[in-house]
């Protein structure tokens, strides 16, 4: 029976930094593609990529790139500045007049981005590719902690932020409605108003939506990726906290980078002993809760699509 991680169509992986998220992200993918024959698309958040460099490929900018190597498998890294100014004039466009807005509230208006433009890109990013069919399994790499909460709790800001914006439409449009027709001397000015404003509510709906189905068990988890370190620990709980507070699925924590017992060596024993601490405390917090998966430190890094495969098989071959 294959892991019932698979089960799912988007698998997040997610940690501290260096842990080896983009490596476990990009074996599973691998391995799914090739020994599960599902059609994968490995999706790289992070704005310091690595996804090309694990899987020794060259991912195209910005654009769904086939591995050759491993067919139904597929890779992107996002580009997040260039989406940002993507997004950014479509907004802008949306927005309209800010110079006739900001004449009328008192402010400028026009810096009203989005709130961590970053994130809220790499999420409509994200979103483009969970509404397609087009995959069986989408695989996030995700950026270091700290990114991927914001990520999360994107939803909610982007919605207070829309909030506000669909107000002051509401509050400005027909000033601005007469305004324009006293201008243009038509009525498409007020056509276009209210395309603006339906267009808001539908990516409203939209985040509302990503949320709701990522948040549903049966379609998403997130694996934790983390290395037997206390410090490691302490962001795990962080972030497996922050999670749950989420309402995101977590089911298993990727125990990486465990080193052998060499008792030749005083300080591969050191480190060895302060590793086994860690693992105890961790299993200790987490074994009850969660499947504890735990990977040697190997001798080689891993890199490329057979040491991938390789990985995958250690990991999930039954
Ligand atoms: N179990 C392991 N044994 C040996 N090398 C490993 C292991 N896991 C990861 N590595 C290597 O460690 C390095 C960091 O791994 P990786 O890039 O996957 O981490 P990351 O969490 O994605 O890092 P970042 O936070 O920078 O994105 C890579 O060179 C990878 O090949
Ligand atoms: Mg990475």
């Known amino acids: 029976m294959t892991h019932p991680m698979f089960e799912r169509r988007v698998i997040f992986f997610g940690g501290k930094g260096g842990v080896g998220k983009t490596t476990m992200a990009s074996a599973t993918a691998v391995w799914a593609a090739r020994r599960l024959n599902k059609k994968t698309l490995i999706v790289s958040t992070d704005p310091a990529h690595s996804l090309a460099d694990s899987l020794g490929k060259v991912l195209s900018g910005d654009e769904i790139t086939p591995i050759p190597e491993i067919p139904g498998l597929f890779g992107i890294e996002i580009d997040a500045e260039a989406a940002v100014t993507e997004y950014g004039s479509i907004l802008q466009a949306q927005m309209g007049e800010n110079d ?67 107000k002051m439409r509401h509050r400005l449009g027909r000033t601005l409605g007469i305004f324009k027709r006293m201008f243009s001397g038509g009525s498409d000015a007020q056509d276009l108003e209210d395309q603006a404003f339906s267009q808001l509510e539908i990516m409203r709906d939209q985040v509302l939506w990503a949320r709701e189905f990522l948040t549903d068990p049966k379609n998403a988890e997130f694996v934790v990726v983390t290395i037997p370190t206390l410090m490691a620990l302490w962001e795990t709980e962080r972030l497996i906290r922050s999670l749950m507070a989420h309402d995101m699925s977590v ?13 030749n060596c005083v300080y591969c024993s050191r480190r060895y002993e302060n590793q086994q601490k860690a693992l105890e405390r961790l299993l200790f917090l987490y074994q009850d809760d969660f499947e504890i998966v735990q990977i040697p430190l190997f001798e080689q890094e891993i890199q490329g699509i057979e040491a991938l495969l390789a990985l995958g098989d250690e990991l999930y071959k039954e």
């Open 100 to 166: 006739l807005i900001t004449e009328f509230i008192g402010e400028d208006v026009s810096d009203l981005t989005l709130p961590g433009s970053d994130e809220a890109v790499s999420f409509f990013k994200m979103l483009e590719f969970l509404n397609t069919t087009d995959f069986d399994l989408i695989i996030y790499d995700t950026a270091p902690t700290g990114h991927t909460l914001k990520l999360l709790s994107l939803p909610e800001l982007l919605d207070s932020w829309l909030y506000k914006m669909i």
């Open 251 to 263: 089911n298993q924590i990727y125990v990486n980078q465990i080193s052998p017992e060499n008792p």
